[in-house]
């Protein structure tokens, strides 16, 4: 009787769903995630380790480069915040170019190289990132174009 009654439960809400569609506008502006709050270490991202944290770090925040989604080939890892990257011959410089116009939420202004910076030294600092040791064999950071496109 229970399974009967949840699944007639369940055909009223998918038809009400239906004859009461959401404007696909709506939609795009606002993302709900239900966690339980006890459960989530941290929203920082050199600091979040969880699965819980991660429920809540992957929508926030974007990388130089990405996976491409629903694949985890490292050979087809695509742009994300950097439109293109170079790697020297001998393979120890890497020259990311970003994307042009990509803004930071509430009117912070555009991503700069000395944003990108900030954020791969913060990472490697073993006293201000859970993920340190990740950035063991990075020597240096340089932002080559210190300014935005303002």
Not at 145 to 150: I, L, Q
Request: proline letters at 5%; charged letters at 25%.
């Amino acid at each position: 009787m229970k399974l009967r009654i949840i699944g007639i439960l369940s055909m009223a809400i998918l038809l009400a769903g239906s004859l009461f569609p959401v404007s696909a506008s709506a939609e795009e502006k606002v993302v709900k995630v239900a966690l339980m709050s006890s459960d989530i270490r941290s929203i920082d991202p050199h600091y979040g380790t969880t699965s819980p944290d991660y429920a809540c770090i992957d929508p926030m925040f974007n990388a130089l480069v990405r996976f491409k989604p629903g694949d985890i080939d490292p050979e087809k890892i695509e742009p994300d915040l950097a439109e293109k990257w170079d790697v020297s011959p001998d393979g120890l410089v890497w020259t990311f170019y970003l994307r042009k116009g990509v803004q930071f939420h509430k009117g912070y202004g555009e991503l700069t190289a000395e944003d990108v910076k900030y954020s791969l030294e913060k990472a490697a600092n073993k006293d201000t990132s859970g993920f340190a040791s990740d950035f063991s064999s990075l020597d240096k950071v340089e932002a080559i174009d210190k300014g935005s496109s303002d």
